[in-house]
């Protein structure tokens, strides 16, 4: 194919209401506050990346996404938009600090490339399939409240809740318990986000045990870093035990191999990247590791890429991309059509399928 080159680079903030605040241990984010980056090809084709930083995960926010995106400007003009491994490569050891920053550059130089190609982005990714069932999450909320979300979410098709958990072992009990009140026929994923010891994560499912509560998945019991600590948690128990914050690279994901510390791998391209992403994929389907599909505070652009990803990759056994503004306050149309639970995406809608409004 004749080279397409970028003839024009644009830098935005995006910022949209959530629908309900989002506790960090900094404070409180009541909205999205992310960055979009538009190639425009010289062809007239345009492509579109978001960024989606999270500081507790990532160490980035939108300040520091939007200099390392206008720091790339120059860089990334007059490349040829084909040879999208080769720019994602050098913005990776430059920028290797700035994952969200980069996995927005690779989204929009996909997104103008399969437009190019006028196929589907989850063509790309290999079209195992057009389709992605996502679960729900249950915010930290007193038990009533979460049964009757639970219950609400179960009449409106959701057939797998999660939860956060790491706070307060009672409290957590209790909502587990209303949950499963409100929603009998669900299947219950927990998340502790690093928030236990070792031997508090065992204690945990020990107390949910005696409670009869069996979640299908336990994601991150234990720091990120605490490998040993993590094998420890699986060998106490056969509740499937998942690697979220452990691995943001192709090289973490081999030492959850090593170690043999989990049964799940959570790819988050806002984490790894989209190109990365694909050899992480890779590294746990060799070795026997379910793979889940996760996502920060995204807008339609962000979540139909992780989207078609899932569906065109099809290794996915576990999807969470759950979205967290009105549809109506979208800044895209277009891209996969959402009816919960589940995504379809278009074979007639070339890229991830947005439109800026
Ligand atoms: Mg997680």
């Not at 998340?191 to 979640?215: L, T």
């Not at 746990?284 to 899932?310: W, Y």
């Not at 306050?329 to 996969?336: A, D, I, S, V």
């Amino acid at each position: 194919m004749k080279a397409i080159k970028i003839k024009e680079v644009i830098i935005e903030p995006v910022n949209v209401p959530l629908d309900e605040p989002f506790k960090i241990a900094i404070g409180t984010k009541y909205s999205i506050e992310n960055a979009l980056i538009t190639v425009v090809l010289e062809n007239g084709i345009v492509g579109y990346g978001e960024a989606a930083p999270l500081e507790p995960i990532n160490g980035e926010n939108q300040a520091t996404v939007l200099a390392t995106l206008n720091s790339c400007i120059d860089f990334i003009k007059g490349k040829d938009v084909a040879d999208y491994r080769a720019i994602s490569a050098t913005l990776r050891s430059v920028f290797w600090a700035q994952v969200t920053a980069r996995c927005a550059v690779e989204m929009a130089l996909l997104d103008a490339y399969t437009r190019v190609l006028d196929i589907p982005l989850y063509q790309f990714f290999g079209g195992a399939g057009n389709k992605a069932e996502t679960d729900y999450t249950i915010d930290i909320v007193p038990p009533e409240t979460a049964k009757v979300n639970a219950a609400r979410l179960a009449a409106a098709g959701y057939t797998v809740l999660k939860t956060k958990v790491g706070k307060k072992l009672t409290d957590d009990i209790d909502r587990l318990l209303a949950i499963k009140e409100g929603a009998p026929a669900c299947g219950l994923t927990i998340d502790a986000n690093q928030g236990y010891s070792p031997c508090e994560a065992v204690h945990f499912i020990e107390e949910m045990g005696k409670n009869n509560i069996r979640p299908i998945l336990f994601e991150q019991p234990v720091s990120r870093y605490d490998l040993a600590g993590m094998r420890f948690v699986k060998d106490h128990t056969s509740i499937p035990i998942g690697a979220d914050e452990s691995v943001f690279t192709s090289a973490d994901a081999i030492n959850v191999v090593r170690t043999g510390c989990a049964d799940y791998i959570n790819i988050k391209l806002m984490k790894s990247g989209i190109i990365e992403a694909m050899d992480i994929a890779a590294i746990a389907r060799s070795a026997n590791i379910k793979l889940m599909i996760g996502c920060m505070l995204e807008t339609k652009l962000a979540l139909g890429c992780s989207v078609h990803f899932a569906a065109g990759m099809g290794c996915f056994s576990h999807i969470d991309l759950d979205p967290h503004i009105d549809p109506e306050l979208e800044p895209f149309t277009g891209g996969p059509d959402y009816r919960a639970p589940f995504y379809t995406l278009s074979p007639d809608l070339p890229g991830v399928g947005c439109v800026k409004r």
